[in-house]
């Protein structure tokens, strides 16, 4: 059982993520193809021993390209593992209403992930690709593929906070409600925290702020998910790099009707040219904005209202927790990496009783120390996002199940 690994593929919006992990949680090998859509694309892959190596692609690369090079960079380099692989895991981010637990694909629920894909057409249509791929260099395991949803670990908000405020006839017969996305990663966020906070899960309240590419909050009420800000699909909430979050939809009928511009160019507008990339009109990546934050009015503006939105999401979530909360998390690249970040909000939020320890806030060990509040504070926890162990043992227990059938 020591040697049987799985593989994760964590196929993302912009980036290709894969790792190959024991029943254990041990990782073996962890790599990412990132900016698939820039000039600069190159793979990343860490050993073991963690020592890293790099390949840079000579131009722009598809998804499909980066996933041949995955199969057979673990082929012809990492044969040890590549002949040890049991399953495959892979990360999905809609299921849709109909499905609400971690699933054996099937001919069944490739169909429902696909019909899934028009309330993630950024994430959906690259975890089928994944699937497809995998199911293409790994042929032997094609009964071995288990999908992960981000969409079940929300199932359990109440109506309350799933339903818009248009007609009900809507819900009833189209499934138009909030989905919400990141699910693994709060799942696991929340166990972490629990354990951190040393309390049981079903009794722990927590506000968690996942801030990638992708950025959501979400309130977690008893270890479960109460509510979120991402909608039917990930476009709703927080600023993010592209995506617009939160808006008037009366813009959309704006920019249509008196702007006449097409529907389909408005939609890649929302998606892929606003958040803080539209807004600061240089980058949708926060490291590069992060450096010009003083020189650039630009950049200063969009990630003010980035902070701010967040803020208000934050206040709001005390209302679903009914103002009992144990800790707030930050997670995500952003949320992970950016002192800037972490104490632009906290600063907002002060007066509901969160102080920020600026010393540990700009510590870069939180595998080690992951508190970065004052002693008289809520606490605050710095923990990094980890879909990948989580995929790795959802899948481990699903095809154990399937053995013992
Ligand atoms: P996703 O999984 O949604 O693609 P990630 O969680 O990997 O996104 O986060 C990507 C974001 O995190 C990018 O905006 C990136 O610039 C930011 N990020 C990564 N590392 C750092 C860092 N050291 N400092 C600030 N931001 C960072």
């Known amino acids: 059982?020591?040697?049987?690994?799985?593989?994760?593929?964590?196929?993302?919006?912009?980036?290709?993520?894969?790792?190959?992990?024991?029943?254990?949680?041990?990782?073996?090998?962890?790599?990412?193809?990132?900016?698939?859509?820039?000039?600069?694309?190159?793979?990343?892959?860490?050993?073991?021993?963690?020592?890293?190596?790099?390949?840079?692609?000579?131009?722009?690369?598809?998804?499909?390209?980066?996933?041949?090079?995955?199969?057979?960079?673990?082929?012809?380099?990492?044969?040890?593992?590549?002949?040890?692989?049991?399953?495959?895991?892979h990360r999905v981010v809609h299921g849709g209403e109909e499905i609400k637990k971690t699933s054996l694909i099937t001919k069944e629920i490739l169909i429902k992930i696909k019909k899934s894909s028009i309330y993630a057409p950024l994430h959906n249509p690259n975890n089928l690709l994944g699937i497809k791929n995998s199911l293409k260099y790994l042929p032997h395991l094609s009964d071995k593929n288990v999908a992960i949803f981000d969409t079940t670990f929300h199932s359990t908000i109440p109506k309350i906070a799933f339903l818009y405020a248009i007609p009900y006839f809507f819900y009833k017969k189209h499934k138009i409600r909030r989905y919400g996305a990141h699910g693994i990663n709060y799942l696991y966020i929340t166990q972490k925290s629990a354990v951190l906070l040393n309390k049981n899960i079903y009794s722990t309240n927590l506000i968690i702020c996942h801030l990638g590419n992708g950025a959501s909050i979400t309130a977690i009420v008893k270890g479960k998910s109460a509510d979120t800000s991402m909608g039917l699909t990930p476009l709703e909430g927080l600023v993010m790099g592209t995506r617009c979050g939160d808006l008037d939809p009366s813009i959309i009928f704006y920019l249509y009707e008196i702007l006449k511009i097409p529907i389909k160019k408005i939609k890649k507008i929302l998606m892929k040219k606003s958040g803080l990339l539209g807004l600061s009109e240089i980058n949708s990546d926060f490291r590069i904005l992060e450096k010009q934050y003083k020189d650039n009015i630009q950049t200063e503006i969009s990630i003010k209202i980035f902070c701010y939105r967040l803020s208000k999401y934050i206040a709001s979530y005390f209302v679903p927790l009914n103002g009992k909360i144990?800790?707030?998390?930050?997670?995500?690249?952003?949320?992970?990496?950016?002192?800037?970040?972490?104490?632009?909000?906290?600063?907002?939020?002060q007066f509901l009783g969160f102080k920020l320890d600026k010393i540990k806030n700009i510590n870069n060990n939180f595998q080690k120390n992951s508190s970065i509040h004052q002693e008289k504070s809520i606490p605050i926890f710095v923990i990094a996002a980890d879909e990948e162990k989580m995929i790795a043992s959802e899948t481990f227990k699903i095809l154990k199940n399937c053995e013992q059938k």
């Not at 190596?53 to 082929?75: C, M, S």
């Not at 144990?326 to 939020?349: H, M």
């Open 326 to 349: 144990d800790a707030l998390i930050f997670t995500g690249g952003i949320g992970e990496n950016s002192g800037l970040i972490r104490k632009k909000i906290i600063k907002k939020i």
């Open 1 to 89: 059982m020591e040697k049987k690994v799985i593989l994760v593929l964590n196929c993302g919006s912009s980036t290709i993520k894969f790792s190959i992990i024991n029943f254990k949680k041990k990782i073996f090998l962890k790599g990412v193809i990132d900016y698939l859509k820039t000039s600069k694309v190159c793979a990343m892959w860490t050993h073991l021993n963690f020592s890293k190596e790099i390949f840079y692609f000579k131009k722009k690369i598809t998804y499909k390209i980066g996933l041949k090079f995955i199969f057979n960079l673990l082929k012809n380099q990492f044969k040890k593992y590549y002949n040890n692989i049991i399953g495959v895991g």
